[in-house]
């Protein structure tokens, strides 16, 4: 029979498809099918012979579609499976728990392949255990190599590292899902329905046009013994990371924690006229759901996190500092380090107590006191628990859109304002420097907003007047720093009269931004030459709804990455922002920065195919081509 629950499930699957259909068998059975030929999907009888009797299609509605895809004649499942797919890699599970799944297929809905055909011949990919972490990263691997993948493994499948399918529907239905979008998001598929010419030829080739010769029976009898011959060939023109290279993803404390009232941002989101989409609210809730999302970064595979300490929880008053809320920080650096990760941790990231913007803000030079009496605190209480520092997040940022361009709080439009705001800050930069390394041994710089500056003809001038105002006064205050934290999304131009509209032809990302992922090495370029410092990304992503253009993205800019390596350029590592779906200051919570996903009703976290594509890499040092 089939379950509401299943019946919700491929209703949002069709929401989420280019096209209008899918195919779907009998028992709540569920197969995709892309390319040259459709998986085909037994009904619970996964080490049975395949009859005519025991498949069928479904339109999305539920209504049947006439005409039988199974062969006439009898087969052993698994060479039939080989037969009639030319997928590139065949990706094979067996255990236990399958045995049980087949039982349940009445009262369980379960899902027997997802097939992205991509052309070439059959091979065996990998043969892991049911729901295994090793399973995860070879069909990542398969899909990744845009190669095609079939998964099959007796009646369920799983990107995750572990699953309860027959315990645990609710849990089962989220892969379920989970395994579709990341299938559909490799490029150059739409699933649909066979055709009856296509139907034919499924026949055909099952009647014998495929030899099955030299291809490996995979019984329960006689599951295969893993060989170097089976596994997924690395490309041998993998590009390599150097050894230490860290890898991570970031957030920041108001964007994520949720319920930050008492800073000036909180203030700005409630105020009439500021152009805030809406206000931060919950945000994801990471302030109690840090534990998790920590996990889940660590089992993604990658080695740092870089998280935000919220001035205005940890002295909320003038003076008066919260042991609880220090203690709390200091619990993430422990959690992050219990879980292999490094813990960066960032002193100011874009929001500042109420009380320091009453008393003018940043414009007012005291402030740089304040802030590393705040830092001095912090430090001493964390102490060597974090493994680098940053002083300040994209202060450009803050000095610019806050005190000239009236976008961030307090809403300024006065350039002089703006200037002192650029002192004050490279002030606090240097005092926060002196005394955070006074209570540690970790290293300390700050992170800086840059993109890709160009001129074109005639521009010379207005682009060096801009970064005049930008990037030149913190490029200079990082010098001699432990690091300088590179933090870039895309390309500016400027021409005789400024900068430059984007680019016509030039696609754009959900911020309005060039797409133009190669900005990254000349940021990089620019900022080891000014400061002679070692360079962290500390910053660097796409708000996209497309999470194949994520991933196109980011593989482009890491090549950037080692094409400045392969230069000699000092590069310790990489950080993706961000690791959630997050509260994205004035836009709200409509851009999609994050590799995994957050529902705003239930905060339930939904990691996204780049999620476990970034993580491959990081845990292999190495880009495939």
Known sequence: MRLPEERQLIAEFGRRMTGDHLVVGTSGNLSIRAGDLLAVTPAGHAYDTLTPE???????????????????????????????TDAAAVVHTHST???????????????????????????????????????????????????????????????????????????????????????????????????EAEMAEVHAKIQGSYSLAGRPRMSREDP?????????????????????????????????????????????????GSGCAEPSGDACDHWHRWPQDLRLLADLGFGSYRFSLEWSRIEPEEGEFSTVALDHYLAMCAGCRELGLEPVVTFHHFTTPRWVAAAGGWAEAATADRFARFCARAAGHLGDAMARACTLNEPNVVATAGYLQGRFPPGARDADRRRRANETFAAAHAKAIAVIKEATSVPVGLTLAMSDN???????????????GWEDPYLEAARGDDFIGVQTYTRNRFGPRGMLDPEPGVPRTAMGYEFWPEALGAAIRRAAETTGAPVLVTENGIATDDDTQRVDFVRRALESVLDCLADGVDVRGYTYWSLLDNFEWAHGYRPAFGLVAVDRTTQVRTPKPSATWLGRIARANALPR
């Open 454 to 468: 160009q001129a074109v003809a005639g521009g010379e001038a207005a682009l060096a007047e801009h970064r005049a």
């Open 224 to 272: 295969p013994t893993r060989t170097s011959s089976q596994e997924p060939p690395m490309p041998a023109a993998d590009r390599a990371f150097p050894d230490g290279f860290v890898w991570g993803t970031a957030t920041a404390a108001h964007q994520v924690e949720g319920g930050n009232w008492n800073n000036d941002w909180w203030a700005w989101e409630h105020t009439p």
């Open 97 to 195: 728990a399958a045995t049980v799944v087949s039982t349940l297929v009445e009262e369980l809905p379960c899902i027997h392949y997802v097939l992205a055909v991509m052309g070439g011949p059959v091979r065996v990919a990998a043969y892991a255990t049911f729901g295994s972490q090793e399973l995860a990263d070879n069909v990542v691997a398969a899909i990744e190599g845009r190669s095609g993948v079939l998964l099959a493994n007796h009646g369920a499948i799983t990107y995750g590292p572990t699953i309860a399918v027959a315990y645990d529907r609710a849990r089962y239905l989220e892969w379920v899902a989970e395994v579709w979008l990341r299938a559909h998001s490799v490029p150059g598929f739409t699933p649909r329905i066979l055709g």
């Open 54 to 84: 025991l498949v069928c299609v479904h339109r999305l509605d539920g209504s049947p579609v006439e005409g039988e895809l199974a062969p006439t004649s009898e087969l052993p499942f698994h060479q039939l499976l080989y037969a009639h």
